[in-house]
Each structure stands twice: as C-alpha cells, then as structure tokens.
C-alpha cells in the first residue's frame, strides 16, 4: 500500500522561504508522476505542481511559477517543494500525491495517493 508523507510546514512570515518533503512508501517511486496541492480554509483543493518520474516534465499553475520550484530525488523517494517570497495568501495546508499518469498533470481525479497534509502558515 503506497503511503505518503509531508514534512516541512510550519508558522513563517512574508518573503520566507520553505521547503516541503514528500516520502512516498510501500511502491516504487519511479512508478509515479507527483504532485503538490493546497487547500486553504473555505476553499477547493487547488493544483501548485507536477513532475513526472525523470523530472523530464515539469508542470506549474500560473499562480506559483517563478516563486515555487519543485524536484525529485528517486534515491530517497522524496518529492521536494521549494517555495520562495511567500505571501498571507500561501496560508494553507500541503499536500503531495501520486499518480502512475505518465505526465504532469493538475487534475485532482487523476491524483489516487494523497498524503495527510502539512500546515504552512504565512504570517504579515
């Protein structure tokens, strides 16, 4: 059974940086295209970014390109989302997933592993 899960959330200010870890278990990571999302309170679960298992595709939403940066390292099964000049508005809970789609994707359907999530907090 494939488990994932987010590390790295936490309570920062405006213009931090933060970085979250994503561990995927119980499957082989190369198996699976991954993805980061969000859910703020009151609000859907919203696409931030994708890679597909070489890193050969990578996919942003227009909201976080240039500002989010996301990679893989297979070795450890790890999915990585840098994220830089955070604002108020990046207040929400994390989380990462996996999909045996062979490219990127921002369909939430399309996503069948979720991990638990991780709260970032942006404070102003």
């Known amino acids: 059974q494939v488990q994932l899960v987010e590390y790295g959330g936490g309570l920062v200010q405006a213009g931090d940086s933060l970085r979250l870890s994503c561990v995927l278990s119980?499957?082989?990571?190369?198996?699976?295209?991954m993805g980061w999302f969000r859910q703020a309170p009151g609000k859907e679960r919203g696409f931030l970014a994708a890679?597909?298992?070489?890193?050969?595709?990578?996919y942003y939403d227009d909201s976080v390109k240039g500002r989010f940066t996301i990679s893989r390292d297979n070795d450890k099964s790890t999915v990585y989302l840098q994220m830089s000049s955070l604002k108020p508005e990046d207040t929400a809970v994390y989380y990462c997933a996996a999909t045996t789609f062979i490219s990127p994707t921002d369909r939430v359907d399309r996503y069948l592993n979720w991990g638990q999530g991780t709260q970032v907090t942006v404070s102003s």
């Open positions: 119980g499957g082989t990571f190369t198996r699976y295209t």
């Open positions: 890679i597909n298992w070489n890193s050969g595709g990578i």
